[in-house]
């Protein structure tokens, strides 16, 4: 067993195209809300292999992109900290700012790495003493437990020179958010590796009180198939319920180890999406007991965002309120090598991949 | 989000863990893992992290459900 | 020889000829460049001259499977190779940052000279610059070369037709994935090697199979996908291509995996594609894998009539979907 080429099986994703097929009965809707999830579907044509009936939306799920441009503006900033190193996934590079992004950021001389690990920035830090590594922390509660066992790591290393700046999310904030603003969508596929780590429980509400049915998704194509077929089950059953799908690494409570890391370290705030707007309670500060660690207190710029470019829809893309292709800017001002909203940025976010995937079909 | 992959433990030595993707060895932490994994467990990796440990039963069953034909 | 470079070794003076002297000496000894002209002089047959140039600022500049030299060599062998050529000279612009270790240099250089004889072609003149600290990545190399096509032979992107097989010459993205794998900040173990080599030898078997290849390309940056985008595009082909026919080493698939790539984007070094005429695919797949450059070819896909400029893969799992060209930068993510 490989937990992988598996559930690629060409045969066994047959069987579960054939078995939506069966159950089908009606138009559904439904919303995959992590980013991870999209490019599956797109990079292995999944689309293709649904019935024209159901209908596939990408949510905010990408945390890359619905990080506010003020915060972006923020990460850029500490490229010009005297002596500064910049650590960040590489998704972060390409996020446009007001005036630039980090990518351009480095272009200009700023020193800034991408590491693929938190413990890779402690390390510089520990390697370099006489500079100051700001480690970028982006990512849901799937990403945010390893920010916090790097600031555990910073503080047993007793670092001076190690800050994190966090501009991690919480997922179920975001999702009320989104049921309370009115949507289209039936049901969801829920994160997978979201809910390794926070579990199953806190979507129950989704359920049992918006009565939208959500399956909790693997990545592989047959999960996501397997998926699809899940929701589609309930759907035309009347139920709503929080089922697993992905129950080889998902429970309903979840990986109660990394949650209590994340406590200790984060606490919550309110905080804004860019594209949504301010969501309360979505966000991760770091606890007063770590303010040491915290750069943003290093941050020294003067800010100044500039207002969203008109004619940027991501807010209703985000929502699943409208598809990339009906956005008036998407595949003219706004393309990959130079993206308007954050929906175009990240390799996984939904203008993105319609772009890369989609071509000129729709979807 | 988020991208973490299947991942085979081939050293265990106090702290130190490496895994093994298909052939590709990397330093892993298990200081977020949810229950204990020891060499020739397959954990999920995150980020250098393992945030959960695989279960060869729950994979099983999960392809047994896929293989079910409806109708 | 001194320790590292110094700015005097590009200014012409004493220590540059030394420098360039003892190099060329040492590492690319041939009756053309001994003479140390201002140009080359060569005596060519008639008929038509395929010239390449191109640059190679590849970081970092020693990497599994081969460094910047051996790569400088290969990648203007292998453009003139896609034009049909036999490579007949190439030259070699030197620009070094200050610091350098001339061992490192010296390195670089042995690795050129291995490249070139391997390749049967002269790295006939050059030029050395020394610029600042931290104007350059340590060396930068740029390069020319020029080879002549034989009669017959006509490779062009804008030359496939429906109806042509398309071929691979091997597994993709190798390359890509050693160079990134030393990358500070994501390093991983991994036996993978960058697949740089020349192509010219495979080339002239498959052209000796059938005169009638249409186009080749070797999909360096951009990788496979973005290849097959320019000669879908130029030639005004659509093209279906089988995602389970590509070869891809696992331990590339995994890697890629884990740092999120596409291996049909991560760029080849020591790899083509070709456009067929349907009924040569079996000869010119039997010349390909008797060459060592060509064991694993295979045919992955063909080219349509319809849909002009597309390229339609067919996904290992059952599905279809377009495959854009590369549009950006490829960068590792978590998310």
Same mark, same amino acid.
Request: net charge negative; with cysteine.
């Given at each position: 067993?490989?937990?992988?080429?598996?559930?690629?099986?060409?045969?066994?994703?047959?069987?579960?195209?054939?078995?939506?097929?069966?159950?089908?009965?009606?138009?559904?809707?439904?919303?995959?809300?992590?980013?991870?999830?999209?490019?599956?579907?797109?990079?292995?044509?999944?689309?293709?292999?649904?019935?024209?009936?159901?209908?596939?939306?990408?949510?905010?799920?990408?945390?890359?992109?619905?990080?506010?441009?003020?915060?972006?503006?923020?990460?850029?900033?500490?490229?010009?900290?005297?002596?500064?190193?910049?650590?960040?996934?590489?998704?972060?590079?390409?996020?446009?700012?007001?005036?630039?992004?980090?990518?351009?950021?480095?272009?200009?001389?700023?020193?800034?790495?991408?590491?693929?690990?938190?413990?890779?920035?402690?390390?510089?830090?520990?390697?370099?003493?006489?500079?100051?590594?700001?480690?970028?922390?982006?990512?849901?509660?799937?990403?945010?437990?390893?920010?916090?066992?790097?600031?555990?790591?910073?503080?047993?290393?007793?670092?001076?020179?190690?800050?994190?700046?966090?501009?991690?999310?919480?997922?179920?904030?975001?999702?009320?958010?989104?049921?309370?603003?009115?949507?289209?969508?039936?049901?969801?596929?829920?994160?997978?590796?979201?809910?390794?780590?926070?579990?199953?429980?806190?979507?129950?509400?989704?359920?049992?009180?918006?009565?939208?049915?959500?399956?909790?998704?693997?990545?592989?194509?047959?999960?996501?198939?397997?998926?699809?077929?899940?929701?589609?089950?309930?759907?035309?059953?009347?139920?709503?319920?929080?089922?697993?799908?992905?129950?080889?690494?998902?429970?309903?409570?979840?990986?109660?180890?990394?949650?209590?890391?994340?406590?200790?370290?984060?606490?919550?705030?309110?905080?804004?999406?860019?594209?949504?707007?301010?969501?309360?309670?979505?966000?991760?500060?770091?606890?007063?007991?770590?303010?040491?660690?915290?750069?943003?207190?290093?941050?020294?710029?003067?800010?100044?965002?500039?207002?969203?470019?008109?004619?940027?829809?991501?807010?209703?893309?985000?929502?699943?309120?409208?598809?990339?292709?009906?956005?008036?800017?998407?595949?003219?001002?706004?393309?990959?090598?130079?993206?308007?909203?954050?929906?175009?940025?990240?390799?996984?976010?939904?203008?993105?991949?319609?772009?890369?995937?989609?071509?000129?079909?729709?979807? | 989000?988020?991208?973490?992959?299947?991942?085979?433990?081939?050293?265990?030595?106090?702290?130190?863990?490496?895994?093994?993707?298909?052939?590709?060895?990397?330093?892993?932490?298990?200081?977020?893992?949810?229950?204990?994994?020891?060499?020739?467990?397959?954990?999920?990796?995150?980020?250098?992290?393992?945030?959960?440990?695989?279960?060869?039963?729950?994979?099983?069953?999960?392809?047994?459900?896929?293989?079910?034909?409806?109708? | 020889?001194?320790?590292?470079?110094?700015?005097?070794?590009?200014?012409?003076?004493?220590?540059?000829?030394?420098?360039?002297?003892?190099?060329?000496?040492?590492?690319?000894?041939?009756?053309?460049?001994?003479?140390?002209?201002?140009?080359?002089?060569?005596?060519?047959?008639?008929?038509?001259?395929?010239?390449?140039?191109?640059?190679?600022?590849?970081?970092?500049?020693?990497?599994?499977?081969?460094?910047?030299?051996?790569?400088?060599?290969?990648?203007?062998?292998?453009?003139?190779?896609?034009?049909?050529?036999?490579?007949?000279?190439?030259?070699?612009?030197?620009?070094?940052?200050?610091?350098?270790?001339?061992?490192?240099?010296?390195?670089?250089?042995?690795?050129?000279?291995?490249?070139?004889?391997?390749?049967?072609?002269?790295?006939?003149?050059?030029?050395?610059?020394?610029?600042?600290?931290?104007?350059?990545?340590?060396?930068?190399?740029?390069?020319?070369?020029?080879?002549?096509?034989?009669?017959?032979?006509?490779?062009?992107?804008?030359?496939?037709?429906?109806?042509?097989?398309?071929?691979?010459?091997?597994?993709?993205?190798?390359?890509?994935?050693?160079?990134?794998?030393?990358?500070?900040?994501?390093?991983?173990?991994?036996?993978?090697?960058?697949?740089?080599?020349?192509?010219?030898?495979?080339? %002239?078997?498959? *052209?000796? !199979?059938?005169?009638?290849?249409?186009?080749? &390309? @070797?999909?360096?940056?951009? +990788?496979? /996908?973005?290849?097959?985008?320019?000669?879908?595009?130029?030639?005004?082909?659509?093209?279906?291509?089988?995602?389970?026919?590509?070869?891809?080493?696992?331990?590339?698939?995994?890697?890629?995996?884990?740092?999120?790539?596409?291996?049909?984007?991560?760029?080849?070094?020591?790899?083509?594609?070709?456009?067929?005429?349907?009924?040569?695919? %079996?000869?010119? *797949?039997? !010349?390909?894998?008797?060459?060592?450059?060509? &064991? @694993?070819?295979?045919?992955? +896909?063909? /080219?349509?009539?319809?849909?002009?400029?597309?390229?339609?893969?067919?996904?290992?799992?059952?599905?279809?979907?377009?495959?854009?060209?590369?549009?950006?930068?490829?960068?590792?993510?978590?998310?």
């Amino acid at each position: 067993m490989k937990f992988a080429s598996e559930f690629r099986d060409r045969e066994l994703i047959a069987n579960i195209a054939a078995n939506i097929e069966k159950v089908l009965g009606r138009e559904w809707t439904l919303m995959e809300f992590c980013g991870t999830h999209t490019v599956s579907i797109f990079r292995h044509g999944l689309k293709s292999m649904l019935p024209e009936k159901l209908k596939l939306v990408s949510g905010p799920g990408c945390p890359v992109c619905v990080s506010s441009k003020r915060d972006i503006d923020r990460t850029v900033c500490l490229g010009d900290y005297p002596k500064g190193i910049v650590a960040t996934y590489g998704d972060m590079m390409k996020v446009p700012g007001s005036t630039m992004n980090l990518a351009e950021k480095k272009a200009r001389g700023a020193d800034i790495r991408v590491v693929y690990s938190s413990y890779d920035a402690v390390d510089l830090a520990e390697k370099n003493p006489d500079r100051k590594v700001f480690f970028m922390g982006v990512g849901f509660e799937t990403t945010a437990p390893a920010s916090a066992a790097a600031v555990l790591k910073a503080r047993e290393l007793d670092l001076k020179n190690f800050h994190i700046l966090s501009l991690h999310k919480i997922t179920p904030p975001v999702i009320a958010a989104l049921l309370e603003g009115g949507t289209e969508v039936d049901g969801f596929i829920c994160p997978g590796h979201v809910c390794a780590i926070i579990g199953s429980g806190p979507l129950e509400p989704v359920a049992e009180v918006w009565k939208k049915p959500c399956v909790v998704g693997g990545f592989e194509p047959g999960d996501v198939m397997q998926a699809i077929l899940m929701l589609v089950e309930q759907l035309e059953e009347g139920r709503s319920e929080v089922e697993l799908e992905y129950f080889r690494g998902v429970s309903r409570e979840g990986n109660t180890n990394a949650l209590a890391m994340m406590d200790r370290v984060f606490t919550t705030a309110d905080t804004e999406w860019r594209g949504i707007g301010t969501v309360p309670g979505s966000g991760l500060v770091l606890r007063d007991e770590f303010a040491r660690f915290d750069a943003s207190a290093l941050i020294e710029c003067d800010i100044e965002t500039t207002p969203d470019p008109p004619g940027c829809r991501c807010g209703d893309v985000l929502r699943g309120r409208m598809t990339p292709l009906e956005c008036p800017l998407f595949r003219k001002a706004c393309r990959p090598e130079s993206p308007v909203g954050p929906c175009m940025v990240s390799s996984e976010g939904s203008c993105s991949t319609y772009y890369l995937y989609a071509g000129d079909d729709n979807g | 989000m988020c991208l973490a992959i299947p991942a085979l433990i081939v050293e265990k030595e106090g702290n130190k863990v490496r895994a093994d993707v298909g052939g590709v060895v990397r330093d892993i932490s298990l200081e977020l893992i949810d229950r204990p994994a020891e060499i020739g467990d397959y954990v999920l990796l995150h980020a250098g992290f393992a945030i959960h440990k695989l279960e060869k039963e729950d994979a099983e069953e999960t392809l047994k459900l896929m293989r079910d034909v409806l109708g | 020889m001194d320790e590292v470079i110094r700015l005097a070794h590009g200014s012409g003076g004493e220590a540059s000829r030394k420098l360039v002297g003892e190099l060329v000496e040492t590492y690319l000894k041939n009756d053309i460049i001994d003479c140390l002209d201002d140009s080359a002089v060569l005596r060519i047959s008639e008929g038509r001259l395929a010239f390449t140039t191109d640059s190679y600022v590849v970081d970092p500049i020693f990497f599994p499977g081969g460094d910047i030299g051996s790569l400088a060599v290969h990648g203007t062998v292998n453009d003139l190779a896609m034009a049909g050529a036999k490579p007949l000279a190439i030259t070699l612009g030197l620009i070094l940052e200050e610091g350098l270790p001339v061992a490192d240099l010296e390195t670089i250089m042995g690795s050129v000279s291995r490249a070139a004889a391997e390749a049967g072609v002269m790295v006939v003149g050059g030029d050395t610059k020394v610029v600042e600290r931290g104007s350059a990545d340590g060396i930068f190399i740029n390069t020319s070369g020029i080879g002549m096509i034989p009669a017959g032979v006509e490779l062009s992107s804008a030359n496939a037709r429906p109806g042509d097989k398309v071929i691979l010459s091997g597994t993709v993205g190798d390359h890509g994935v050693a160079v990134i794998s030393r990358r500070e900040g994501l390093s991983f173990k991994t036996d993978i090697k960058s697949d740089s080599a020349p192509l010219n030898a495979l080339v %002239e078997a498959m *052209l000796g !199979a059938s005169k009638a290849i249409h186009a080749m &390309r @070797d999909p360096t940056r951009g +990788g496979l /996908a973005t290849s097959l985008n320019e000669i879908a595009a130029r030639s005004g082909v659509g093209l279906l291509i089988d995602e389970a026919a590509i070869p891809v080493k696992p331990e590339v698939e995994h890697a890629c995996e884990m740092l999120g790539f596409d291996p049909l984007y991560v760029a080849n070094e020591g790899k083509l594609v070709a456009f067929v005429p349907r009924e040569d695919t %079996e000869r010119v *797949l039997a !010349a390909m894998r008797s060459n060592p450059r060509g &064991r @694993d070819a295979a045919v992955i +896909g063909e /080219a349509l009539q319809e849909s002009p400029g597309q390229v339609i893969l067919a996904t290992a799992v059952g599905g279809r979907r377009i495959l854009s060209p590369l549009s950006g930068e490829l960068l590792p993510r978590i998310c």
